[in-house]
C-alpha cells in the first residue's frame, strides 16, 4: 500500500511516498480503508521529534482518517466491514497517512450520510479537543463569554462552533480580515485582527474593563500571559498546546487576586489516562454533528503525496480550517 514515511527527525524531515506492508488490526482494533487523513499540528511536532516522544524510524505519521471498515480484530463487536466510520489512533501508534490504517474500534465515530469522507477526515479531532477544552475543563455556562485564541485553525473553527451551540458570545483572534470573515460566518461575536490589533485591549473594550469568563490557549508563550490578563474574576483559562514554541509563566498572586483557574490537557495522554473522559466528549460531539449544530471546516484537500505541502500551510499560517490528504 501506499504511505508517508520520514526516515530522521528534524525540521528538514522529508516526507516521502513509499510502498509500505499493510497493516493486520489487532485485538480491539478495526482496519480503515482510508479515504481521507487530517492534518494536524501535532503531526508535523512529530516529524520534528519534539511531541511525546521520538517514534522507531521509518516513521508514518498521522493519528486522524476516515475511511470504510476492511477488517475488525478480535473482540471488535461495535463494527463491521463496510461501515464508514472517522476517528483518530493512539499517539504512539500514528501512521494514517497512508491506504490503510489500524485504528482503536472504541476510537470510531460513524460518519453521518449527509458528510462526505473529506469532512469525516477533518472532524474528529479538532471537535472532541474543543469539547474537552470548552466543557471538560473550561466549564463553559450559557451567556458567558470565551476567547478563542487561533480561531481559524483546526480546533479554533471547531471551538467557535461549538461554544456558540453552547450559548456562549465568542471573541476570535486571527492574522488577517479575511479569515476573520470565514470566523464570523461560522458564529465568532467579536473579531480580532493579532497583526493589527491588542487583544487585551480589544477584550476589555467589548466587556465594560471586565474581561471574558473563559479563554481557550493553543500558543502559549506572551499570548498565554496575556490571556491571564483578559480574564474576569473566578475566570478559567484553559492551555492545549503551544504554538508559538514557548510555554507561558504564571503569576500565582495574579491568580489568587481574581480567583482564575488554569488547566490544561493533551488530548493524546488523555486517551490512555482516562478514556471514560474522551468517550464523553465524543458522544457529546457526535450528537451536535447529528443535530447539525456543527460541521467540519475543510480548508485544503490534497494528494497523499503533498503531505510536505500540507506541512507548509502550518508553517506559513496558510490554512483555514482543516486540511485532509486522499489516498
Not at 478495526?30 to 499540528?41: P, S, T
Not at 508535523?44 to 475511511?67: D, Q, V
Request: hydrophobic share 45%; aromatic share 6%; with cysteine.
Amino acid at each position: 500500500m501506499r504511505a508517508i514515511q520520514i526516515s530522521e527527525f528534524g525540521e528538514k524531515a522529508e516526507l516521502r511516498q513509499v510502498d509500505a506492508p499493510e497493516p493486520t488490526p489487532g485485538p480491539g482494533e478495526v482496519l480503515v480503508d482510508v479515504k481521507a487523513a487530517g492534518v494536524n499540528y501535532a503531526d508535523l511536532l512529530m516529524c520534528r521529534g519534539t511531541y511525546g516522544g521520538k517514534r522507531p524510524l521509518p516513521f508514518t505519521p498521522g493519528f486522524e482518517a476516515a475511511g470504510v471498515v476492511a477488517e475488525i480484530g478480535e473482540g471488535v463487536t461495535d463494527w463491521k466491514p463496510g461501515q464508514r466510520v472517522m476517528g483518530t489512533v493512539l499517539r504512539q501508534t500514528c501512521a494514517c497517512y497512508a491506504e490503510k490504517a489500524r485504528m482503536p474500534a472504541w476510537l470510531l465515530l460513524p460518519v453521518p450520510a449527509h458528510m462526505s469522507f473529506e469532512e469525516a477526515g477533518a472532524f474528529t479531532e479538532v471537535f472532541i479537543t474543543a469539547q474537552l477544552a470548552l466543557h471538560e475543563f473550561g466549564r463553559l455556562k450559557a451567556g458567558e463569554t470565551v476567547l478563542v485564541h487561533a480561531a481559524a485553525g483546526g480546533v479554533g473553527t471547531a471551538a467557535v462552533q461549538v461554544a456558540k451551540a453552547a450559548g456562549a458570545r465568542v471573541f476570535g483572534t486571527a492574522s488577517t480580515d479575511e479569515k476573520l470573515r470565514r470566523v464570523k460566518e461560522l458564529g465568532a461575536d467579536v473579531l480580532i485582527n493579532y497583526a493589527q490589533q491588542d487583544f487585551l485591549e480589544e477584550v476589555k473594550k467589548h466587556t465594560d474593563g471586565k474581561g471574558v469568563d473563559l479563554v481557550l490557549d493553543s500558543v502559549g508563550g506572551e499570548v498565554f500571559e496575556k490571556s491571564l490578563r483578559s480574564m474576569r474574576t473566578l475566570g478559567r483559562v484553559v492551555s492545549f498546546g503551544t504554538s508559538a514554541g514557548k510555554e507561558g509563566t504564571v503569576q500565582p498572586m495574579s491568580l489568587r487576586h481574581h480567583a482564575i483557574t488554569v488547566s490544561g490537557f493533551s488530548f493524546g495522554s488523555l486517551s490512555v489516562a482516562s478514556p471514560e473522559i474522551v468517550k464523553r466528549a465524543m458522544g457529546a460531539v457526535e450528537k451536535l454533528l447529528e443535530s447539525r449544530k456543527v460541521r467540519a471546516v475543510v480548508g485544503h484537500a490534497m494528494p497523499l503525496q503533498e503531505a510536505a505541502a500540507a506541512f507548509s500551510l502550518f508553517i506559513n499560517r496558510g490554512n483555514f480550517g482543516k486540511t485532509v490528504l486522499l489516498p
